[in-house]
């Protein structure tokens, strides 16, 4: 099944550095969606973007979409220790690829561990 | 205050006891589903929901069954709990997208231990 992967699985950065985090998807997409976790906690939502977007940002968020590579950056600018977290790629599937555009596919994460 | 509700929290139950886990969204929204988390896994799909009396499978629906009477609840039900299903679980609602899957707002999780 269609799955995003993320990479790396896990990063440790010191706090003021930026994290870079990638996540590669199989099959053609409407949404990609990139959601963060604090241990064991429920998730949060981070960005949407869809397949016709390119970049978008959310304060120190910039989600990058390149489709014809069939993957998605989530850059951290200027990291705090509070960002440690674990981070999640999803996808749903556009019809065109004959998977339901209903269905969402989560990746396995990348921990992130910021050190102050 | 918007929220996504799971009950319980906690359950510890043995082989074989059905066992349902609640969920409810105050969002009005129309999409809801289900996850399990594992480790090394990340979070699967077991089942969404885009409408009142709509439902499907998502990639582990086996073992479980869902139902949605009505728009603010989406039940999960193990009929016949085995302890494969030791997992956290969680449930998620969102607004319908033009396209595809929208935001997902989700519930705190459930942690169910199969003994």
């Known amino acids: 099944s269609q799955q995003g992967e993320e990479d790396p699985q896990a990063l440790s950065i010191q706090e003021g550095e930026n994290a870079t985090m990638n996540c590669s998807y199989k099959?053609?997409?409407?949404?990609l969606q990139w959601y963060r976790q604090n241990s064991g906690r429920g998730l949060v939502h981070l960005i949407l973007?869809?397949?016709?977007?390119r970049e978008k940002h959310s304060g120190r968020l910039r989600v990058t979409l390149d489709t014809s590579k069939k993957s998605s950056s989530l850059l951290i600018t200027a990291s705090r220790a509070a960002d440690t977290a674990s981070y999640f790629c999803a996808t749903d599937a556009s019809l065109f690829s004959g998977g339901s555009n209903y269905k969402l596919t989560f990746g396995k994460g990348t921990l992130l561990t910021v050190n102050p | 205050e918007a929220q996504v509700t799971q009950n319980p929290r906690y359950l510890i139950t043995v082989t074989g006891k059905k066992l349902t886990v609640t969920c409810s969204q105050n969002m009005n929204h129309e999409y809801m589903s289900w996850y399990r988390q594992d480790p090394g896994l990340g979070l699967r799909q077991i089942y969404y929901?885009?409408?009142?009396?709509?439902?499907d499978k998502g990639d582990v629906p086996e073992g479980y069954k869902v139902s949605r009477k009505e728009k603010r609840n989406f039940p999960l039900i193990l009929e016949s709990p085995s302890p494969n299903q030791t997992s956290l679980y969680f449930c998620?609602?969102?607004?319908?997208?033009?396209?595809?899957?929208?935001?997902?707002?989700f519930g705190p999780g459930t942690r169910l231990t199969v003994l």
């Open positions: 973007i869809r397949s016709n977007e």
């Open positions: 099959t053609s997409i409407n949404n």
């Open positions: 929901s885009m409408n009142v009396e709509v439902t």
């Open positions: 998620a609602s969102s607004l319908p997208s033009g396209s595809g899957v929208d935001t997902q707002y």
